[in-house]
């Protein structure tokens, strides 16, 4: 059973940084792609980045320029680099990982921005 394990979380005033970390139970070269998935109160979970196996990355329209996903794949883990954050960033962010179309989930790590 594959886990994803977030951390980096946590309370960030506006036009500050975090880096996120989710780290795999086992190696993540063989994950189709994985991502970082956001989900605000009384909101949907929204994508925010992901990144394939070969390390194309997309990005939500509200993240980019701000946001940098990447992934070690020696160390199993992707972060999430988030930078000059805003308010509207406040949400829990999940960790995904996509593997022969089934996808896996972290339990979430919360980050809130202060205004």
């Known amino acids: 059973q594959v886990q994803l394990v977030e951390s980096g979380g946590g309370l960030v005033q506006a036009g500050g940084s975090l880096r996120l970390s989710c780290a795999a139970s086992e190696s993540i070269f063989g994950f189709n792609a994985m991502g970082w998935y956001r989900q605000a109160p009384g909101k949907q979970r929204e994508v925010v980045a992901t990144?394939?196996?070969?390390?194309?990355?997309n990005y939500a329209d509200s993240v980019k320029g701000r946001f940098a996903i990447s992934r070690d794949n020696a160390k199993n883990t992707v972060y999430l680099q988030m930078s000059s954050l805003r308010p509207e960033d406040t949400a829990i962010y999940y960790c995904?990982?996509?593997?022969?179309?089934?996808?896996?989930w972290g339990q979430g790590t919360q980050v809130t921005v202060s205004s």
């Open positions: 990144i394939t196996s070969g390390g194309y990355t």
């Open positions: 995904n990982g996509l593997k022969n179309y089934h996808n896996y």
